[in-house]
């Protein structure tokens, strides 16, 4: 069965060709600015259509950062890509392919299933899967099956609310980090090489890369509330296996030692003696690999 996954992000969509055994091939990406230009979902099956014109695959897996119907057939709400929440993508594409199979999920839950079929280092059939990029994302396979909650969304991480009345999503997400360095940021500002005005999540990374005390701070920060939330999802779905990816989750290396130090706080021993949180492996591909997973 020749299959196409599709990973739509809020700056691009990437798509490949993905064999049983997750090798990737005939790769293409297009940026959303590009897809901006006129009305977006019309763009976006018509690029998809050029794909499948190019391939003629059997099956096509997409997974979107965000919200979908129950039937997996509409966009609910996606906040990156606000143009096209309310559309229904697979009912248009299967109007104008139908000969082919189109399957839709949640990009963390794709994610979560890529890593479950295609990393080699799993060797458990129940684990949490959390994705810290723009947001953060979340899925849990129990027992080798995904588990999507009663209409299809769950579980949402992200939208977990802190003490400080912010979601995970405002606390742990890239914004997060820089607000977070810029409220560090006066303790700091003669020993650090960040300047402000150029601030990232990815100008972070290299600065903790380089020992910077601020860049080291702001992600003991945030990983103290990162481990908060996991402890309250590792409870929920009695799951001891976290594998964190996404776009920042480089460093995890940073955020690793504060989380651990919140979990031992909030868990037991229960949970805490089997616990193993590490960085998952499939790196850039996740999305792509685990939108064909649907399909296979």
Known sequence: MKVIGIDVGGSSLKAGLVTAQGIISNKKTIST???????????????????????????????IPGLLSKDKKSILEVTNLPE?????????????????????????????????NFCSKINTDSFGYITIGTGIGSAVIINGR?????????????????????????????????????????????????????LSAEILFKAANQNDALALKTFEKVGIALGEALAIFIMLFDVTTIYIGGGISPSFKYLERPINESLKVKLTDYYLKNLTIEEASLGNDSGILGAAALCL
């Not at 976006?44 to 499948?52: E, Q, R």
Request: hydrophobic share 30%.
């Open 33 to 63: 600015k590009e897809l901006r230009s006129g009305i977006m979902i019309d763009n976006v099956v018509n690029w998809i259509g050029l794909i499948i014109q190019e391939h003629q695959p059997n099956a096509i897996g997409i997974g």
């Open 84 to 116: 096209i929440e309310g559309e229904s993508l697979v009912t248009q594409l299967n109007n104008k392919h139908p000969n082919i199979k189109f399957y839709f999920a949640n990009d963390a839950n794709t994610a979560a299933l890529g890593t479950y």
């Open 146 to 198: 995904l588990y999507e909650g009663g209409n299809g969304n769950g579980p949402e991480l992200g939208m977990i609310s802190l003490e400080n009345g912010k979601t995970m999503d405002d606390t742990a997400g890239k914004n997060g980090l820089t607000d977070s360095c810029k409220k560090l940021y006066p303790e700091y500002q003669r020993n650090t090489v960040i300047n402000l005005d150029t």
